[in-house]
């Protein structure tokens, strides 16, 4: 009996090993998604170990595979179009290995979200040099909205199409032109925005900008050589 129950102990001890004792082994290709609800365009590459860029065959699918051979690691770059025109663009790059990340995905534009109708009165009579003309304009996430001082003395209803919920909006009061001269700013915290609903926000005088002169210069992100140039990548929309 004591043989037989060895002989049995041995086989099972077998079964475990045969059936589950090891980790299943890395995917041998990867598959990108890039989502891009809005249409806005982009452009995709990817890497396989240490080896170069290559772009991807635009796919009206927003899907990617490719295959990694002998390797286990990549890298994957994606160069979205900006959301809006004038604003810089925008890449991504993900670098893993295959048993860290078998399926990437990027997100270049989102779904728009359901919006509401709300309206945001503004006061600035207390903003010192704010006159007749001046622009005010109110930005959250997502969206932005103006409204034109006509006396300022009076509060400028500003309409706003934002999504519902709490949320911080930035309001700024200033004149036209290139480079806008802003005179005053605020951030207005946990705003309740509902359907047809308004709220209104006074701007004091300790709101008011100092005169300022800014200088910014442009700057590409992680790969250039990947997106102009000779070689560079052209856009896929």
């Known amino acids: 009996m004591k043989k037989a129950s060895r002989l049995w102990l041995l086989a099972f001890g077998f079964l475990l090993v045969a059936c589950g004792g090891g980790s299943s082994p890395p995917p041998s290709s990867i598959t990108l998604t890039v989502v891009d609800a809005q249409n806005v365009g982009y452009t995709a590459a990817y890497q396989v170990g240490s080896g170069a860029w290559v772009a991807f065959t635009p796919s009206s699918s927003n899907t990617y595979t490719f295959n990694l051979g002998s390797s286990t690691t990549y890298g994957v770059a994606v160069r979205c179009n900006p959301l809006v025109p004038g604003m810089s663009t925008q890449v991504q790059v993900i670098q893993a290995t295959?048993?860290?990340?078998?399926?990437?995905?990027?997100?270049?534009?989102?779904?728009?979200?359901?919006?509401?109708?709300?309206?945001?009165?503004?006061?600035?009579?207390?903003?010192?040099?704010?006159?007749?003309?001046?622009?005010?304009?109110?930005?959250?996430?997502?969206?932005?909205?103006?409204?034109n001082v006509v006396n300022p003395a009076n509060p400028v209803a500003v309409p706003l199409s934002a999504p519902a919920g709490t949320q911080d909006l930035v309001v700024t009061v200033g004149s036209g032109g290139n480079p806008a001269n802003y005179k005053a700013a605020k951030v207005v915290r946990g705003v309740n925005v509902s359907g047809g609903g308004s709220s209104s926000v006074t701007l004091a005088a300790a709101d008011a900008l100092a005169a300022q002169t800014v200088n910014y210069h442009a700057a590409r992100w992680f790969y250039p050589h990947l997106w102009g140039g000779p070689?560079?990548?052209?856009?896929?929309?």
Do not use: I
């Open 231 to 237: 070689g560079g990548l052209p856009e896929q929309r």
């Open 98 to 147: 295959s048993s860290e990340l078998a399926n990437p995905k990027v997100t270049c534009s989102s779904p728009n979200p359901s919006t509401v109708n709300y309206t945001l009165n503004v006061n600035v009579s207390a903003v010192p040099g704010v006159v007749s003309g001046d622009t005010v304009v109110v930005s959250g996430k997502g969206f932005s909205a103006g409204g």
